[in-house]
T-cell receptor, first 111, second 115 residues
Framework: SQKIEQNSEALNIQEGKTATLTCNYTNYSPAYLQWYRQDPGRGPVFLLLIRENEKEKRKERLKVTFDTTLKQSLFHITASQPADSATYLCALRGGGNKLTFGTGTQLKVEL | DAMVIQNPRYQVTQFGKPVTLSCSQTLNHNVMYWYQQKSSQAPKLLFHYYDKDFNNEADTPDNFQSRRPNTSFCFLDIRSPGLGDAAMYLC??????????????FGPGTRLLVL
């Protein structure tokens, strides 16, 4: 069956460090992968989309990699700030050409 | 600013009492989605409209219905809410030109509490 796995344990890092979040998937062949940010009690907000023929995508302090051989995407936030604390969801096109979300990883950036 | 608006932000209903959640958008997007999200879980797609075409997910309970009277508005009706329906309900839109899996724009959500 299709599965998207994100680390369910919260990631705690110190301000200024680089946060790295992982998204692994099985039984998908996605043309692209998306990352969203979700704050408590709010809807997800789109951050980045990376296509299967792109190895890396950057946007300001954010960087996403996509390895279709490993079936994995890494999401990096450099020079992290307390305001980056949130849950980060990855999303893939699943059956029926619809978007399927992972459960997300909670990031906490401490002073 | 173009956006997706959900009302109310918090809704309390009684067990078995019908409730309607609303969503409006100023993005002029073709596709509108309703998701259910429970604590620490992934958003779960309930159904979507592509223009006026309604598409129900196979595992969405019959208790959940939706209406889209025009491009801008979409409603989620829960006919007889049970305790298990307490959740955050998220409305989202997408342009629809690149298929359903393209970037989606979410509203702030409605938190439903069933007493």
């Amino acid at each position: 069956s299709q599965k998207i796995e994100q680390n369910s344990e919260a990631l705690n890092i110190q301000e200024g460090k680089t946060a790295t979040l992982t998204c692994n998937y099985t039984n998908y062949s996605p043309a692209y992968l998306q990352w969203y940010r979700q704050d408590p009690g709010r809807g997800p907000v789109f951050l980045l989309l990376i296509r299967e023929n792109e190895k890396e995508k950057r946007k300001e302090r954010l960087k996403v990699t996509f390895d279709t051989t490993l079936k994995q995407s890494l999401f990096h936030i450099t020079a992290s700030q307390p305001a980056d604390s949130a849950t980060y969801l990855c999303a893939l096109r699943g059956g029926g050409n619809k978007l399927t979300f992972g459960t997300g990883t909670q990031l906490k950036v401490e002073l | 600013d173009a956006m997706v608006i959900q009302n109310p932000r918090y809704q309390v209903t009684q067990f078995g009492k019908p409730v309607t959640l609303s969503c409006s958008q100023t993005l002029n997007h073709n596709v509108m989605y309703w998701y259910q999200q429970k604590s620490s879980q992934a958003p779960k797609l309930l159904f979507h409209y592509y223009d006026k075409d309604f598409n129900n997910e196979a595992d969405t309970p019959d208790n959940f219905q939706s209406r889209r009277p025009n491009t801008s508005f979409c409603f989620l009706d829960i006919r007889s809410p049970g305790l298990g329906d307490a959740a955050m309900y998220l409305c989202a839109t997408s342009g629809g030109l690149a298929g359903l899996s393209e970037t989606q724009y979410f509203g702030p959500g409605t938190r439903l509490l069933v007493l």
